[in-house]
């Protein structure tokens, strides 16, 4: 049975620049604060997440250790130099790239109302794979070289779209190849996961990267609550959320630094996942068999003339 759960809004923006109409939406989508931390929860109880603006910054303090209120743990602590030594890159290393633990930087977080129409499926699920550019001319057999790229990917036949930015904001160069779309990222960049809402609905918008929940650290999973994306919004999502106040930012790195690796759940390692659900009872929701209708509808179904009624 679905109920009505707390979700929360981004008071920070969490992308390099803010518009006018990300500002807005934003607005729109807002709860009300929230400085307390989350209290031990089921994942069906635990809060999805919205953005409201105030500003983008780098926090001067190091990472914060994880609490017991559901966000995603730190990074362990480097390894002391006999370890380190010991851990040099051998010919069994994994090549490529993964996300490590970024620096910190401000997000805030407060709540909003948001019930689920389906509480464990979503409407749709996208998928983008991350590598370097020798990674990404391997995984995609060359077909990358001299391939023309795209800014990101449309989900749901355009009624939202999901992409990577760098953090100038400028979209990183994505391949298709077969039904799999790959992004080409770069050892030490941050990046940001941008996702946008064509629609007049609410949408709920859960994300992994590298097989984690951004919000929790955890293994992802449906259950999880996301980010609220209003009518029409923009949302940036910048790191794995630390507290109601942060996030540590997201940042390309070779697999034995990433943080999957580093918690022992690498075998993801590589993968950047969003899953969106609607609203119950949104008056026109984006249901695949409705993108699907829409997508074979005929302009000029009457093709030849029919008989006359007696």
Not at 45 to 69: F, I, K, R, V
């Amino acid at each position: 049975m679905n109920r009505t759960l707390p979700l929360f809004a981004l008071t920070a923006a969490i992308g390099v620049s803010a518009c006018a109409s990300h500002r807005a939406s934003y607005e729109a989508s807002s709860g009300s604060a929230r400085n307390e931390p989350l209290s031990p929860a089921t994942a069906s109880q635990q809060p999805a997440y919205a953005a409201t603006e105030e500003g983008e910054s780098y926090a001067q303090s190091a990472p914060a250790s994880a609490d017991a209120g559901g966000y995603a743990p730190s990074a362990p602590s480097p390894a002391p130099k006999a370890e380190r030594r010991a851990m040099e890159p051998t010919r069994d290393e994994r090549p490529g790239l993964g996300t490590s633990w970024g620096e910190t930087r401000t997000s805030r977080v407060s709540s909003a109302p948001f019930e689920r129409s389906d509480a464990q499926s979503p409407f749709a699920v996208t998928t983008l794979n991350y590598n370097d550019s020798t990674g990404v001319r391997a995984m995609t057999r060359g077909a990358s070289l001299g391939a023309p790229t795209r800014d990101g990917i449309e989900v749901a036949g355009g009624a939202l779209s999901v992409r990577l930015l760098d953090a100038s904001g400028r979209p990183l160069p994505t391949y298709d190849f077969g039904n799999r779309r790959f992004v080409v990222g770069n050892d030490g960049d941050r990046y940001v996961i941008q996702v946008q809402n064509h629609t007049g609905n609410r949408i709920e918008a859960v994300a992994t990267v590298d097989g984690l929940d951004v919000i929790d650290g955890r293994a992802g999973s449906f259950e999880k609550r996301g980010y609220l994306l209003g009518p029409w919004a923009t949302v940036e999502i910048d790191g794995f959320r630390q507290n109601f106040a942060e996030v540590a930012a997201f940042r390309f790195g070779s697999v034995r630094d990433s943080y999957a690796e580093k918690k022992g759940e690498g075998r993801n390692v590589g993968v950047i996942g969003v899953a969106f659900f609607a609203e119950q009872n949104a008056p026109y929701p984006w249901l695949q068999p409705e993108v699907e209708r829409r997508r074979d509808a005929d302009p000029f179904p009457g093709r030849f003339a029919t008989p006359p009624s007696y």
